[in-house]
């Protein structure tokens, strides 16, 4: 039986997979050609950790549209009729005009595992089984080297989220051995959050064009809702060639990949390598927390997490590819290895 949250999130991935039809084609020529609109594809599992890595954060995969950029989130043609509408009602959330502002919109699956796949019983002192499936979309606006960015979550954690199911297959395929506890993964409860962050980038910002540069970029903001409530900063460090015009190479912040507005067209290729670091301060996360409104297994998490990811990013004319690879501090008490995990996207200019 399809649910109302199953339907709601069909209804945003048809809001989202509308935007390269009629909407981009009432773009001029000239918009699409100097900030083109992209679609990223991102993949996060924590074997690209290492061996005897398969826990935790288990496994992960966004897909994401981004708009041209606009001239205002209510009245441009390059973004579908409904979109219009929606944000229309939306406008508190929205980061104002700015010299260049974009939409973006996602769906998303994570999946959250103990460390002993071969019990089927509850592990009271490791994580709870948990899947979420979110689909979001959010608002970028850029002014020259600042970027404002915010996001609407809406989504399940639960059997809805299709977490067993999704995991059997990957497993299957690759000749993996189950994990037999999800029995006990949490019980359906609808997810809905804001993310907001800040970001600005420092360095080489005008010169990468002409050869080898570096750039840093800090980020600093938030989230609130039952699936996760945190305070976070950071700062991400690139040097290479061609650097590209975004706000990051890391797939794990919300302006990275190419989400956020550009200043042009990309370079033929380029390529860099980037560091990466993150602190939380955690009041509430529903996969650690358990479900909100009723019983579920929990467990005492840990207030302060801390991250840093290193990787590598290669540009060819339209395409990105980055390689990441994550070490995260222990998540709660009791937790028996800190959490490694790898990401890899593929981004590409429509």
């Known amino acids: 039986m399809r649910s109302p949250l199953h339907a709601a999130l069909a209804a945003l991935g048809a809001l989202a997979l509308s ?3 009629a909407a981009w084609a009432q ?3 000239s918009r699409l050609q100097q900030t083109p609109p992209g679609v990223n594809f991102r993949v ?10 398969d826990q935790g954060y288990t496994n992960g995969a966004v897909l994401t549209l981004v708009s041209p950029n606009l001239a205002d989130y209510t009245d441009d043609p ?8 929606v944000n229309r009602y939306l406008d508190r959330f ?13 769906l998303g699956q994570g999946l959250y595992t103990p460390t002993d796949y071969t019990r089927t019983d509850l592990i009271p002192d490791d994580r709870p089984y948990a899947a979420v499936l979110v689909a979001s979309f959010g608002y970028n606006a850029r002014s020259d080297t600042r970027l404002r960015t915010t996001q609407l979550q809406l989504g399940v954690v639960g059997p809805a989220a299709l977490g067993r199911q999704v995991q059997h297959a990957v497993h299957k395929f690759t000749g993996s051995q189950d994990f037999r506890g999800w029995d006990n993964q949490l019980r359906n409860e609808p997810v809905v959050g804001v993310v907001h962050e800040r970001m600005r980038r420092w360095g080489d910002a005008d010169g990468n064009a002409a050869g080898w540069g570096w750039d840093a970029i800090s980020h600093w903001g938030g989230a609130l809702g039952n699936r996760t409530t945190h305070a976070n900063a950071g700062m ?7 650097l590209p015009d975004d706000f990051g190479s890391t797939p794990l912040r919300p302006a990275g990949e190419n989400t956020a507005p550009s200043h042009g067209r990309p370079s033929d290729w380029g390529w860099h390598v980037f560091a990466t670091s993150d602190g939380r301060w955690v009041l509430r996360d529903i996969t650690l927390d358990g479900n909100t409104f009723r019983d579920s297994h929990r467990v005492d998490k840990r207030p302060l997490v801390g991250e840093l990811g290193y990787g590598m990013a290669l540009m060819h004319g339209r395409w990105k ?7 995260r501090s222990r998540e709660f008490e009791g937790q ?11 981004s590409r200019l429509l």
């Open 19 to 21: 935007l390269p039809g």
């Open 27 to 29: 773009c001029t020529d």
């Open 44 to 53: 996060d599992n924590d074997l690209f950790g290492g061996e005897q890595q």
């Open 78 to 85: 390059c973004l579908p009729r409904l979109a219009r509408w």
């Open 94 to 106: 929205q980061p104002g005009l700015s010299d260049q502002q974009n939409m973006v919109f996602s």
């Open 236 to 242: 991400e460090v690139r040097w290479g060639w061609h």
């Open 321 to 327: 590819f980055a390689l990441a690879r994550y070490h």
């Open 336 to 346: 028996r290895q800190s959490p490694v995990f790898g990401s890899f996207t593929i």
